[in-house]
């Protein structure tokens, strides 16, 4: 069976998991109900099936094959599927009008726990560009010149997950 998966999920995303059969000789697949959180997600047969997961987790799966009338062998596979949660990538600006330069803004990320936040600011006379990584949810840039602004956060997550959100035209 292929492939073992990891993926990274927002709230809301569903991933499909397809497993394929990689051995000749079998003249028939049971896909059982992969098992972990949110289901069991219903089985079928054929030579491949496809899942579709919308949870965080760790997931399992049975499939039993026919090699001929009455010769049958059933694999179970703990840890098919490595479900992980994307953290949040929001961001507020304090403020984002100012008809004056310098102008000197605060970008606030929601909180995430143990998570990295990379700010790229573009625009401004912002030498040219401004890339901040740290742990705070949080970053302090002053653009120099008049003008709209585009900001790109991207937090990571302990898991290595990722997600990002871009602000254009303050």
């Known amino acids: 069976i292929s492939p073992r998966t990891s993926y990274c999920i927002a709230s809301g995303e569903c991933h499909n998991l397809t497993l394929t059969n990689c051995t000749g000789g079998i003249s028939s697949l049971d896909w059982g109900p992969v098992t972990g959180p949110g289901g069991p997600y219903p089985g079928g047969t054929g030579l491949s099936q496809t899942y579709a997961i919308c949870t965080t987790g760790i997931f399992n799966v049975n499939v039993t094959a026919t090699f001929a009338p009455g010769c ?26 100012d008809c004056l330069a310098p102008h000197t803004v605060v970008n ?39 003008g709209s602004f585009t900001t790109t956060l991207t937090v990571t997550a302990p898991n290595g997950c990722t997600q990002s959100q871009t602000q254009n035209d303050y």
Do not use: H, M
């Not at 694999?75 to 984002?96: E, R």
């Not at 040219?128 to 002053?142: A, D, G, H, M, R």
């Open 72 to 97: 049958t062998a059933t694999l179970t596979v703990n840890g098919i599927d490595t479900v992980k949660p994307k953290p949040i990538a929001s961001f507020t600006v304090d403020d984002n009008f």
């Open 108 to 146: 606030t990320a929601v909180p995430c726990n143990q998570c990295r936040y990379t700010w790229f600011n573009a625009g401004g006379g912002v030498n040219p560009v401004n890339i901040f990584n740290s742990t705070v949810p949080s970053e302090t840039v002053t653009y120099n010149l008049y």
